[in-house]
């Protein structure tokens, strides 16, 4: 079947409706990384991540579905005052008085991978936003998803480990316009 990138209709969520929408998102992520062995890709250490965000008063989460169906999602939230990623140095270009939005996660079901549904919701979620720049994660050893990000706008400003059993990840920011 092939697929409809504009058929995608895109809801947003809060974090009032975490309870609802975790086992989706759990779900989602399970696809996304099926067959990996690490353990860090595993559904158990991930609900600790979707449970940590998701119960910020200020999360968001915007899903994709088609026909009913998920497609994907994105989620984050804002930095709160002078914060930053664990394990990274805030960059120079964003002073104590600078707002962020950390994007926390953005992921697709394998089958609607290269269609656009990620930039959709990525696009989505920033239209929403209003802080001066977005940042996010990318595992370094996904050289083709740095890339597209870069192709987004984004620039590698860091490096991080940020635990034990985590990959390398490069921060990358992007600024946004209002």
């Known amino acids: 079947m ?3 990138v504009s058929a995608m209709e895109v809801k947003h ?3 009032q409706d975490a309870k609802s929408i975790r086992t989706m998102l759990l779900d989602i992520h399970d696809a996304a990384y099926e067959g990996s062995t690490e353990a860090f890709d595993s559904r158990e250490r991930f609900a600790e991540f979707v449970d940590g965000w998701s119960s910020r008063p200020d999360w968001v989460c915007l899903i994709g579905f ?3 169906e998920p497609v994907g999602y994105i989620s984050g939230a ?3 005052p002078g ?3 664990r394990g990274s140095d805030r960059p120079q270009s964003l002073g104590d008085q600078d707002r962020a939005f950390a994007l926390s996660e953005l992921m697709v079901l394998p089958r609607w991978r290269k269609t656009g549904a990620s930039l959709k919701l990525h696009e989505a979620l920033l239209a929403s936003r209003d802080e001066e720049a977005v940042t996010l994660f990318v595992d370094l050893s996904h ?3 740095v890339a597209l990000y870069e192709s987004w706008g984004y620039e590698k400003v860091d490096h991080s480990k940020p635990y034990d059993d985590s990959p390398m990840f490069a921060v990358m920011l992007r600024p946004l316009t209002p």
Request: glycine fraction near 16%; charge should be neutral; charged fraction near 35%.
């Open 2 to 4: 092939d697929r409809k």
């Open 13 to 15: 969520y809060g974090q």
């Open 66 to 68: 088609d026909e009913g």
């Open 78 to 80: 804002p930095f709160s």
């Open 83 to 85: 914060g930053w990623w």
């Open 143 to 145: 050289p083709k998803v």
